[in-house]
């Protein structure tokens, strides 16, 4: 198992208490680049050992609202309204697991985009999610 992280990620620019017992997580870029990594822990295994489904989401739903947020400045508020994720194959504990984001479409009310998981280069899953775009302002 190896714990070396990739050069040009650092740890997450934002974190909550839920998030720490996620974590470490690790990012680089910002917008559409913005890519979240972290390698697999024991503590992120289902019953047969590899990465759980629901470790997968959470990540998923931070790499897209964070890429979300950070493709504008001033950052877009966002919340997500919608979040589904297709298993392709699987990660071991020890892997790094890295998502690349593709917006489809950012409007001023629905944005929608996908997170797509990969070990190197095997994609395992992505991740859809649909975020209500908040005006600050009504809040």
């Known amino acids: ?13 934002r974190t909550s208490p839920f998030l720490d017992t996620v974590g470490p997580l690790f990012y680089k ?4 680049e913005l890519s979240v990594g972290f390698h697999v822990a024991t503590k992120h295994t289902n019953g047969r050992g590899t990465l759980h489904g629901g470790v997968v989401a959470t990540v998923g739903d931070i790499a897209l609202g964070y890429a979300l947020a950070t493709a504008t400045d001033p ?3 966002a919340l997500t309204t919608s979040l589904s994720v297709d298993f ?19 409007g001023g009310r629905l944005a929608f985009a996908n997170a797509y ?7 395992i899953a992505r ?12 809040r």
């Open 88 to 106: 392709l194959d699987s990660a071991s504990v020890g892997d790094w697991v890295e998502t690349r984001v593709d917006f489809q479409k950012l």
């Open 75 to 77: 950052p877009t508020s």
């Open 29 to 32: 870029g910002a917008g559409a």
């Open 1 to 13: 198992m190896t714990s070396t992280i990739p050069a040009d990620f650092v740890p997450l620019f």
């Open 127 to 138: 991740a859809s999610g649909v975020f209500l775009v908040v005006d600050p302002a009504r």
């Open 117 to 123: 998981f990969h070990v190197g280069d095997k994609r």
